[in-house]
Every structure is written in structure tokens, then in C-alpha cells.
């Protein structure tokens, strides 16, 4: 059963740092587009990075500069790292992954808060 598992959220202060993990099983990872999302309450879910099977990354323009998506394939792990983080960063990060098929998978999220 193909599976994301988030972690490292939790409560960051303005301007520090989070990283957020994702633990991938059940599918195959390496041949696969993986990504981050966020979700305020009450909105979509919005795409920040993406990152290809090759390595190729991607963000939209708002995280550029801030957050960072890395991959390692031999671990089965997608991390974002964020920086300099805004309380306008709090909302629910989720994982996401599209394998060769097109099939997709989404981990169940993870909270981050930025406050003081």
C-alpha cells in the first residue's frame, strides 16, 4: 500500500527555520514527481515546490528564495526546508507524489504554526 508520511512540523518562530519531512513507501519513489503543498483553512491546497524524479526543482514565486525541496532517493524521503519563516507561513503542509503510472498520493499533513 503506497503511503506519505509527514513530519517535522510543528510551531516556528517568525524569521527561523522548519524542515518538513516525508517518508514514501509503497510505490516507487525514485521514478516519481514529488512536491509540497499547503492548505489554509477553508482553501485549496496550494503547490509551493516540486521537485522531478531527475532532480529538477521548482517553486512558485512566493517560497523562492525561502523554502528549499530536496530529495533522497536511497531513503525514500522528500524534505522542504523553510526559512525565514512568516506567520503568513502557518497552514497545513502536505506531501505529494505522482509515480510514472500517474497515479497520485498524498501523505496526511502537517501543521506548521509561525508565531511568537
Known amino acids: 500500500q503506497a503511503q506519505l508520511v509527514e513530519s517535522g512540523g510543528g510551531l516556528g518562530q517568525p524569521g527561523g527555520s522548519l524542515r518538513l519531512s516525508c517518508a514514501a513507501s509503497?510505490?516507487?519513489?525514485?521514478?516519481?514527481?514529488m512536491a509540497w503543498y499547503r492548505q489554509f483553512p477553508g482553501k485549496q491546497r496550494v503547490l509551493l515546490a516540486e521537485i522531478s524524479s531527475g532532480g529538477i526543482t521548482h517553486y512558485v514565486d512566493f517560497v523562492k528564495g525561502r523554502f528549499s525541496i530536496s530529495r533522497d532517493n536511497a531513503k525514500g524521503t522528500v524534505s522542504l526546508q523553510m526559512n525565514s519563516l512568516k506567520p503568513e507561513d502557518t497552514a497545513a503542509y502536505y506531501c505529494?507524489?505522482?509515480?510514472?503510472?500517474?497515479?497520485?498520493?498524498w501523505g496526511q499533513g502537517t501543521q506548521v504554526t509561525v508565531s511568537s
Open positions: 505529494y507524489g505522482r509515480d510514472p503510472l500517474g497515479y497520485v498520493y
Open positions: 509503497g510505490f516507487a519513489f525514485s521514478s516519481s514527481d
